[in-house]
């Protein structure tokens, strides 16, 4: 730490201060031989002989990152003043439900919007098909600079966009923006549910009363249906240094790949058969996990529809010597099953509201914006 103090003389007093950047500058591709490399491939297979997907949530996380300091970096500077850390997993969508694992893999992207202080990354991923790589899936990450000790914000480059499709990119980049601050404001741990909510909890509410009692206490489930609280899965990590980032914390890649598996572990569990993912949103990073702390994942079913399953996992921190819990990140996983599954229904108040934000984050599978142009990528 003593060695990055001595950067902060190359933090920006400005975002004017610094030279502008096109979204070329931080375009990268990455390439993953898991054809070539039979050690390597060991450490992504999984025993249904597919791809281990939180692997890739790892090295999506690290090429984010590294994208973020491609964008700022500064020519004269034999280490980078910034501390990039990332803040949010906006969105993964994916297109294709089975991963090779004796197929090479490429990863590419490039820096999409910028604020003052944050950046939005955008990256692709392919596998091999022969002559030619076939799209996996796109994500969305929101990133923040740090100063050199990762103590408050810094100013990044701005960002020019070259054409129509690069000011479209840009411009979802701000509703992006926009869309996050409204969901934040009209979040069900600050507003009440909306009317039509309201209506769908107490008509699930009806549907378990027990018809031979008139009782609001006597409740029974409805055919293939599954109580709530009956998905529940959880998991303890201990945070070894192994796990470590440049800045002595766990890396986050990690806290993702972990909180996956059991997420993907609580689908196949309420589903009977092997899900696979199809979308990975708002994963917000609230707060750094200390080496040495205890990680407690929960994990619960909170949506069904059809094949669908909506998974909710609640990572909390604890150290060793302090036995006081600390949330540190929601993650939000959509599986589909093999066959129909069976309907979630909450028990209590706090349940259902665990269920209508599970609704909210199902969503059909949105087109996303994509760059189409093939950039140049500098040896």
């Not at 689908?267 to 949103?281: E, M, T």
Request: charged content about 20%; hydrophobic content about 40%.
């Amino acid at each position: 730490m003593e060695e990055r103090k001595l950067l902060h003389s190359f933090l920006a007093n400005s975002q004017e201060a610094l030279p502008p950047r096109r979204m070329k500058d931080s375009y990268i591709e990455v390439l993953l031989p898991l054809g070539s490399e039979p050690a390597l491939r060991e450490k992504y297979l999984t025993v249904q002989n597919t791809v281990r997907f939180g692997r890739i949530l790892e090295d999506l996380d690290s090429l984010g990152v590294l994208i973020c300091y491609m964008h700022t970096r500064i020519p004269s500077a034999k280490m980078s003043p910034l501390s990039i850390v990332t803040a949010l997993v906006d969105k993964i969508d994916l297109c294709k439900n089975f991963l090779s694992p004796e197929q090479d893999i490429k990863f590419s992207g490039h820096i999409s919007w910028v604020g003052k202080t944050s950046m939005e990354a955008k990256m692709q991923m392919f596998q091999s098909n022969g002559n030619e790589f076939s799209p996996v899936l796109d994500a969305t990450f929101v990133m923040v600079a740090r100063d050199s000790e990762n103590k408050g914000p810094a100013f990044v480059n701005p960002l020019i966009p070259e054409g129509p499709e690069e000011e479209e990119l840009f411009r979802q980049g701000e509703l992006n923006k926009g869309r996050r601050v409204t969901l934040s404001s009209t979040s069900l741990l600050k507003m009440a549910p909306s009317a039509q909510e309201r209506m769908t909890i107490h008509e699930m509410f009806l549907s378990t009363l027990d018809p031979k009692t008139i009782s609001f206490q006597s409740r029974v489930l409805p055919p293939n249906a599954v109580w709530m609280e009956d998905s529940k899965l959880k998991s303890l990590e201990v945070c070894h240094p192994q796990e470590r980032n440049i800045f002595n914390r766990i890396f986050g890649g990690f806290l993702m790949r972990k909180a996956y598996e059991l997420g993907w572990a609580t689908a196949c569990n309420f589903g009977g058969s092997q899900p696979f993912v199809v979308a990975v949103d708002d994963i917000m990073f609230q707060k750094p996990v200390e080496i040495g702390s205890l990680l407690f994942l929960s994990s619960q079913v909170c949506f069904t529809q059809d094949k669908y399953i909506q998974v909710r996992v609640h990572s909390e921190v604890a150290s060793l010597n302090n036995k006081e819990h600390t949330t540190t990140n929601v993650f939000h996983f959509t599986f589909m099953s093999e066959k129909n599954v069976p309907l979630v229904f909450p028990r209590t108040y706090g349940e259902s509201m665990l269920y209508l934000d599970g609704q909210r984050h199902f969503n059909p599978m949105s087109v996303p914006v994509n760059l189409k142009k093939e950039y140049h990528v500098e040896p």
